[in-house]
Nanobody, 125 residues
Framework: QVQLVESGGGLVQAGGSLRLSCAASGRTFSSAAMCWFRQAPGKERDVVAAINSRDGTYYADSVKGRFTISRDNAKNTVYLQMNSLKPEDTAIYYC???????????????????WGQGTQVTVSS
């Protein structure tokens, strides 16, 4: 079984930066696609960035050019570097993993088997 633990959230001023980390347990971490979702109050949970088992990436239009997803397979960790943050980026950010061996990116929450507890990101204006 895979367990995910997020860290790195906090309060930052508009224009600032944060780096989120997601540490994973379990075998063959590198063979599973990983994703960052976010959920703001009163809104649906939406994908912000994803990375497949061969380091191919996907970004939502709202974050493209500002956010970067990466993975370090030796450390069993995926990162989300967030630059030029805006108040509309305020949300709880969740790390998610597909089943081991499913390396293709998916964009729906139901297609991810393992989830972290979430970390709050708040951007002040």
């Amino acid at each position: 079984q895979v367990q995910l633990v997020e860290s790195g959230g906090g309060l930052v001023q508009a224009g600032g930066s944060l780096r989120l980390s997601c540490a994973a347990s379990g075998r063959t971490f590198s063979s599973a696609a990983m994703c960052w979702f976010r959920q703001a109050p009163g809104k649906e949970r939406d994908v912000v960035a994803a990375i497949n088992s061969r380091d191919g990436t996907y970004y939502a239009d709202s974050v493209k050019g500002r956010f970067t997803i990466s993975r370090d397979n030796a450390k069993n960790t995926v990162y989300l570097q967030m630059n030029s943050l805006k108040p509309e980026d305020t949300a709880i950010y969740y790390c998610a993993s597909r089943l081991i061996g499913r390396g293709a990116v998916a964009l729906k929450p139901a297609e991810y088997a393992y989830w972290g507890q979430g970390t709050q990101v708040t951007v002040s204006s």
